[in-house]
C-alpha cells in the first residue's frame, strides 16, 4: 500500500454537472499531481500542486481546477461534464517534486 | 509535448522466461524514466527509474536500460513469474513530476 487514499472509489454523474474527488497523500508528501486515465491507456497529467499551488498543468481546460489543502489532503473539480471526462482519476503524492509520486487507487467516474 | 511510444501492447511468456518492454520518447530534454506495473483495480506502482546521467539500472530480476542518443529505453525482467502479470507503464518527464505515460504493455505470465 503507497499510502495514499481517494474517495470515491466510484461515482456516476450526467452531462453538465459538476464533481469533486478527493485524495489524502502521505504525512509529509508536498506535492500533489492530478491524473486521468482512460480506459486501455496510459495516465495524462492533469496538473500538479505544491504546498497548496498549481505548479504546472497539462492539455487539460480551465474547467480542470483544483485544491490543496495544509492537512495533506487535496481535490479534484471538474465543472460541466463531458461524456468523455469518463475516466479513472488518478492521484500521486511525493515529497517533492524530484522524487519517487506515489499513487492512489483511483476514482472511476461515469458521465452518462 | 513529449510524446512515449510504448511497445509490444501484450506480451504472453512462459513463467522463468524473460520480458522486454521497449520504449521511445520525443523530447530530448527529457531526464527521468520511471516505469509502473498496474494491477486490475490499483494505481501504478513504481517498479524501477532512472534517470538520463544513468544508462542502465537493476534491481534484482528487474533492469532497466535508457539510450539518450537513440532516445529510447527498455525494461527486462527475468525468471518471470505469474505474479509479474499485469499492466507495465512506460514514462519519461522533463521535470520529475509531469509524468507522459505510454499506453501500457499487458504482460501474461503463464505457468
Known amino acids: 500500500e503507497t499510502g495514499v487514499t481517494q474517495s470515491p472509489t466510484h461515482l456516476i454523474k450526467t452531462r453538465g454537472q459538476q464533481v469533486t474527488l478527493r485524495c489524502s497523500s502521505q504525512?509529509?508528501?508536498?506535492?500533489v499531481s492530478w491524473y486521468q486515465q482512460a480506459l486501455g491507456q496510459g495516465p495524462q497529467f492533469i496538473f500538479q500542486?505544491?504546498?497548496?499551488?498549481?505548479?504546472g498543468r497539462g492539455n487539460f481546460p480551465p474547467r480542470f481546477s483544483g485544491l490543496q489543502f495544509p492537512n495533506y489532503s487535496s481535490e479534484l473539480n471538474v465543472n460541466a461534464l463531458e461524456l468523455d471526462d469518463s475516466a479513472l482519476y488518478l492521484c500521486?503524492?511525493?515529497?517533492?517534486?524530484?522524487?519517487?509520486?506515489?499513487f492512489g487507487p483511483g476514482t472511476r467516474l461515469t458521465v452518462l | 509535448g513529449e510524446n512515449v511510444e510504448q511497445h509490444p501492447s501484450t506480451l504472453s511468456v512462459q513463467e522463468g522466461d524473460s520480458a522486454v518492454i521497449k520504449c521511445t520518447y520525443s523530447?530530448?530534454?527529457?531526464?527521468?524514466f520511471p516505469w509502473y506495473k498496474q494491477e486490475l483495480g490499483k494505481g501504478p506502482q513504481l517498479i524501477i527509474d532512472?534517470?538520463?546521467?544513468?544508462g542502465e539500472k537493476k534491481d534484482q530480476r528487474i533492469a532497466v536500460t535508457l539510450n539518450k542518443t537513440a532516445k529510447h529505453f527498455s525494461l527486462h525482467i527475468t525468471e518471470t513469474q505469474p505474479e509479474d502479470s499485469a499492466v507495465y507503464f512506460c514514462?519519461?518527464?522533463?521535470?520529475?513530476?509531469?509524468?507522459?505515460f505510454g499506453k501500457g504493455t499487458s504482460l501474461l505470465v503463464t505457468p
Open positions: 500521486a503524492s511525493g515529497e517533492d517534486s524530484y522524487n519517487e509520486q506515489f
Open positions: 504525512s509529509g508528501h508536498n506535492t
Open positions: 500542486y505544491y504546498r497548496e499551488e498549481e505548479n
Open positions: 523530447d530530448s530534454a527529457s531526464n527521468y
Open positions: 532512472i534517470r538520463s546521467n544513468v
Open positions: 514514462a519519461a518527464s522533463m521535470n520529475g513530476y509531469a509524468l507522459n
